[in-house]
């Protein structure tokens, strides 16, 4: 199904119609619950997670192209929302089956492997309704499906970028890789500034500010708070801020998803609106990394451990090298440091979380994290004690997701201000821009 032609497209769409049944009964979403949205969500974020760990952008990839063809497929029954890239007349489907075979097609697709528990999955929803409304239901998932996995053919996801080495110079990323445990010459991520966004026109489309000049103060601020804090060996950093470090280390698409799931069962959405959350969610975090990747390879500055170490070359009076200075996180991840893209993602998600579930962003909620890596990825796992924060709005999550970086040692304070300020931007264009709603017609 890689690359799916355009008559094979358009003898799906005639068969739907000639399928459709003449008698179109009246849908309301409001007697839909989000269910089935819930239940792929899940499933697919769990064989993305098997398969890779979330190390390539291909699991928050595939979520992002399953949650839109289940929600161009939803708009094609009742048009609550603007679909994306995606045209039909209205449907008289079942809302379920087709919602599961838009995921089943798109998934499959992605993992072909799992066929066994997709086709488990899609049993479960469409196995009470008859030959007909199956015939229909399925029509219209793989047709939304198709045209989505044709829209993004070659996008870029998986591109292996060339990245040209500096020589080590005062606030340059270099060749330090004493501390990533990678093999000499390993970058990560210059393939993802490179990737096609979902939403965002551009992959450069925002452009942070530099970075603070190595002979400012607010430089010599952010070196010597993060080598304080950040330190393992800290004696000013707090219970309450070490745990917020390790809590906050899960990957973004991992913890801001499985949030998702719980609010929108607490908040009772219908499918329609969980639907087009999950879609948001998805296609923002994807674009917000591409943005910041863009803007981390742009800048190409320096990590603190890198700082830290060769503080003694960085021609900064004020800041003191430390041969023996290790972080929190035990390892150090091997691209550019600014912006955080750990803030920026969840920025950019909690701004897509606080306007989709129709709270704004003064909400009280409470996240789980149960466990996370102890050092980098694939390293053992560390079962979090407590397993949960709690919070008063979906900004103050951001920023405090965004400052754990600092006190896990990993980046400087501005990386994370920065962070929150790009994925706030990020999360407001998709919300203007995409998905709207729209007025249903009365029947």
């Known amino acids: 199904m890689k690359n799916v032609s355009i008559n094979s497209l358009t003898s799906i769409f005639l068969a739907l119609f000639l399928l459709q049944s003449c008698s179109e009964k009246t849908i309301n979403p409001e007697d839909y619950n989000p269910e089935i949205v819930i239940a792929w969500n899940e499933k697919v974020m769990d064989m993305a997670i098997a398969e890779d760990g979330l190390s390539t952008l291909k699991g928050l990839r595939t979520l992002s192209l399953m949650h839109i063809a289940m929600h161009n497929a939803l708009n094609s029954i009742v048009?609550?929302?603007?679909?994306?890239?995606?045209?039909?007349?209205?449907?008289?489907?079942?809302?379920?089956?087709?919602?599961?075979?838009?995921?089943?097609?798109?998934?499959?697709?992605?993992?072909?492997?799992?066929?066994?528990?997709?086709?488990?999955?899609?049993?479960?929803?469409?196995?009470?309704?008859?030959?007909?409304?199956?015939?229909?239901?399925?029509?219209?998932?793989?047709?939304?499906?198709?045209?989505?996995?044709?829209?993004?053919?070659?996008?870029?996801?998986?591109?292996e970028s060339e990245y040209t080495w500096h020589p080590m110079a005062p606030g340059v990323y270099a060749e330090f890789n004493e501390h990533s445990g990678t093999p000499e010459g390993f970058i990560f991520g210059a393939g993802w500034a490179k990737a096609e966004p979902f939403m965002l026109p551009k992959q450069?489309?925002?452009?942070?500010?530099?970075?603070?000049?190595?002979?400012?103060?607010?430089?010599?601020?952010?070196f010597n708070e993060v080598k304080e804090v950040g330190s393992t060996k800290s004696s000013t950093r707090t219970k309450d801020q070490a745990h917020l470090a390790m809590w906050w280390k899960d990957f973004v698409e991992n913890s801001h998803n499985r949030l998702a799931r719980q609010l929108i069962e607490k908040e009772q959405l219908n499918l329609w609106?969980?639907?087009?959350?999950?879609?948001?969610?998805?296609?923002?975090?994807y674009d917000a990394y591409?943005?910041?990747?863009?803007?981390?390879?742009?800048?190409?500055?320096?990590?603190?451990?890198?700082?830290?170490h060769w503080a003694e070359n960085d021609e900064n009076p004020d800041t003191e090298p430390d041969p023996e200075w290790n972080n929190l996180h035990l390892h150090?991840?091997?691209?550019?440091?600014?912006?955080?893209?750990?803030?920026?993602?969840?920025?950019a998600a909690m701004t897509v979380l606080a306007s989709t579930l129709g709270t704004g962003d003064e909400y009280a909620f409470t996240m789980v994290t149960p466990e996370v890596d102890k050092a980098g990825l694939f390293s053992e796992k560390v079962k979090m004690d407590p397993p949960t924060r709690s919070f008063s709005s979906f900004s103050e999550a951001a920023h405090e997701a965004a400052l754990s970086r600092v006190y896990l040692g990993i980046h400087f304070r501005y990386d994370s201000e920065e962070s929150v300020l790009l994925g706030?931007?990020?999360?407001d264009y998709a919300l203007n821009n995409f998905l709207k709603a729209v007025e249903i017609p009365k029947p």
């Open 290 to 308: 591409i943005n910041v990747f863009d803007n981390k390879f742009h800048y190409n500055h320096w990590r603190p451990y890198t700082a830290i």
């Open 204 to 222: 450069n489309y925002f452009r942070s500010p530099p970075p603070p000049e190595i002979h400012s103060e607010s430089y010599t601020q952010a």
């Open 273 to 285: 609106e969980a639907s087009r959350l999950f879609a948001l969610l998805n296609m923002t975090v």
């Open 79 to 159: 048009p609550k929302y603007t679909s994306y890239n995606f045209t039909s007349e209205k449907i008289d489907g079942d809302p379920l089956a087709t919602a599961a075979y838009a995921a089943y097609t798109i998934a499959l697709h992605q993992y072909p492997n799992e066929k066994e528990a997709l086709q488990e999955e899609l049993e479960h929803w469409i196995k009470d309704i008859s030959k007909e409304t199956k015939e229909i239901a399925k029509n219209l998932g793989e047709t939304t499906a198709i045209s989505i996995l044709q829209v993004r053919y070659n996008d870029g996801w998986d591109t």
């Open 332 to 347: 150090t991840y091997p691209f550019p440091s600014y912006p955080s893209a750990h803030g920026t993602a969840s920025s």
């Open 424 to 427: 706030k931007k990020i999360g």
